[in-house]
């Protein structure tokens, strides 16, 4: 319902206010969201790309990922870390530049448990194996 009544724009458009606690309110829900999805997609309930990769979500999360607020940081490198656990996901990640984001979190995240989720993430998706090794050649 969320995606089908335009709550997923709604709630970016609100970050254009600039107060920092709305932005950090819309990445909560951001990761909320990712969590329950990626849930349902563990569950079985659910398939397919996630339907934050088709409001704009994703870039998003990428342009704020460096904010200087610890709440609104944390909230964004969970939003991440959950939306990677979908395979589904995989060409976006790449694509955007979320995967190198990924990286980082799993090594910077002020959050052991977040640096855990993003590092387990990153092992266990071969589409993302695949595209490290690339990058390291």
């Not at 920092?20 to 659910?46: I, P, T, W, Y």
């Not at 955007?96 to 990924?102: C, D, F, K, R, V």
């Amino acid at each position: 319902m969320l995606k089908e009544d335009g709550g997923i724009k709604a709630m970016l458009g609100m970050v254009r206010s600039g107060n920092n606690d709305v932005v950090a309110q819309v990445a909560r829900g951001l990761a909320n969201f990712a969590k329950c999805e990626s849930r349902a997609m563990v569950q079985g309930h659910r398939k397919g790309r996630s339907l934050l990769m088709e409001d704009c979500a994703l870039e998003w999360l990428i342009d704020n990922c460096n904010t200087t607020s610890a709440s609104t940081r944390r909230h964004i490198e969970l939003a991440l870390s959950h939306l990677a656990q979908n395979e589904d996901n995989a060409g976006d990640f790449i694509s955007s530049g979320a995967l190198q984001e990924l990286q980082r979190i799993s090594n910077e995240s002020s959050r052991e448990d977040i640096r855990n989720l993003a590092k387990k993430m990153l092992k266990s998706n071969p589409v993302f194996q695949g595209e490290m090794r690339l990058g390291q050649q």
